[in-house]
């Protein structure tokens, strides 16, 4: 009996301790990379939104939900991630459609060009998605869907597997987060108020295809039929972004591909002028994403157009929201 509940107690702290490890050796997303903690702070949110983003940086840089209430009275989330790929994106409005079931889906379509065999996909960036989602289903999914030919999927379920030499890379970061977590985002949109204008952008080069890959369009396909069995209004947009270059070709698969299926589009970046975007002031790495003005401007005038036209509440006044806006202010004079 004593052998048994020696074995049984070594059996507990080596589990406790692998535990612990795998806590510890994990990014913590709070101070660096920060772009990895977004995905998670959706759990923590009310889910009464009427409006969700979802996308790549193309999103979470370049609008403001705080912004969008404040000018429309609009409850909004981005769920957006580093170079998220379509599939992800697809996984990741499936999970969102379990906790609430917005009135309108914004998607971006900037990640159409990325099939899976594009050197753009990448372990890094599927980390920054993933990692910090819950397990579910979809999250099961959305590992098996973006995993490159060198990961394995037990590296998502145990990090340490992945992280297992990070234990001389350990900073101060990774002992003040190991238990808690920062805020980063503000529904989602991350906060940048830098300044570095628009200089010589690389050179449009020519293509050998510029067909969207099948495979994006199976998943633009599933976001579509999903957001038509939920009855949501699924809006797509194109962000004001410079680089990577939007070439007319991507432009007319898209307005084809809208027309098709009745579905709204947006070409915000030839929208650039109206909106009043100046790339010397309103963008933070040189055309690629918005910064805080930039991104203030863009919001106001979507803000609008999603109010008008797209039959949704204003909210203004509510207690929860009001309480967000004064933190997102704070946030901006302290940031």
């Not at 050796?25 to 903690?37: D, I, T």
Request: aromatic share 14%; proline share 2%; charged share 25%.
């Amino acid at each position: 009996m004593k052998k048994t509940i020696r074995i049984i107690s070594i059996l507990i702290i080596f589990i406790l301790i692998f535990i612990f490890l795998n806590i510890l050796l994990k990014p913590k997303y709070a101070e660096s990379l920060v772009e990895g903690g977004m995905i998670r702070e959706y759990y923590n949110e009310t889910k009464d939104h009427e409006v969700i983003f979802i996308g790549d940086c193309e999103v979470y840089a370049n609008f403001s939900p705080m912004v969008m209430y404040e000018q429309e009275g609009i409850k909004a989330y981005i769920r957006g991630s580093s170079q998220q790929m379509i599939w992800q994106s697809y996984y990741i409005l499936k999970e969102t459609l379990k906790y609430e079931t917005p009135k309108v889906v914004v998607f971006n379509v900037n990640s159409m060009r990325y099939g899976k065999e594009s050197q753009e996909v990448s372990e890094a960036y599927n980390r920054l998605t993933i990692e910090n989602m819950k397990w579910s289903k979809e999250k099961v999914e959305i590992i098996k869907a973006s995993m490159t030919e060198e990961e394995t999927f037990l590296s998502y379920v145990f990090p340490i597997l992945r992280y297992h030499s990070r234990y001389d890379k350990l900073t101060g970061e990774d002992f003040e987060y190991l238990f808690k977590t920062k805020q980063i985002t503000h529904n989602g949109f991350l906060i940048n108020k830098n300044i570095k204008p628009v200089g010589n952008l690389p050179t449009k080069r020519k293509l050998a295809s510029y067909q969207f890959n099948s495979e994006c369009y199976e998943y633009l396909d599933k976001i579509t039929e999903l957001c038509k069995q939920k009855n949501i209004q699924l809006v797509l947009i194109k962000a004001p972004s410079l680089y990577p270059y939007w070439y007319d070709e991507y432009e007319e698969q898209i307005k084809q591909y809208a027309e098709k299926h009745n579905i709204d589009y947006y070409n915000l970046l030839e929208k650039a002028e109206e909106i009043g975007i100046d790339y010397t002031t309103d963008t933070y790495d040189a055309g690629l994403h918005l910064n805080l003005t930039g991104a203030t401007k863009l919001s106001k005038y979507f803000a609008k157009i999603l109010a008008e036209k797209y039959n949704l509440t204003d909210y203004t006044g509510d207690d929860i929201y009001d309480k967000k806006l004064i933190d997102y202010n704070t946030a901006i004079q302290a940031n």
